[in-house]
């Protein structure tokens, strides 16, 4: 039988629409928090309010910007 390596939750800071908010309070720099809705991802700057990494739909990336 093969384990599986369990990962922390990651804090959810917000939902709405469908958007889900979370962040690592020690995630790595840039600050950034990470924002999902359904098969889309992305890391977004705090203080940039850029994507960092990964797509979300302009809608999305609209209503957490």
Do not use: K, W
Request: charged letters at 15%.
């Amino acid at each position: 039988m093969q384990e599986r390596a369990v990962l922390p939750a990651m804090p959810e800071i917000s939902r709405f629409f469908g958007i889900v908010v979370t962040m690592y309070p020690d995630d790595l720099l840039p600050s950034h928090f990470h924002v999902r809705y359904g098969n889309h991802f992305a890391q977004v700057g705090i203080e940039s309010m850029t994507v960092l990494n990964g797509r979300l739909p302009s809608r999305v990336l609209g209503l957490v910007l």
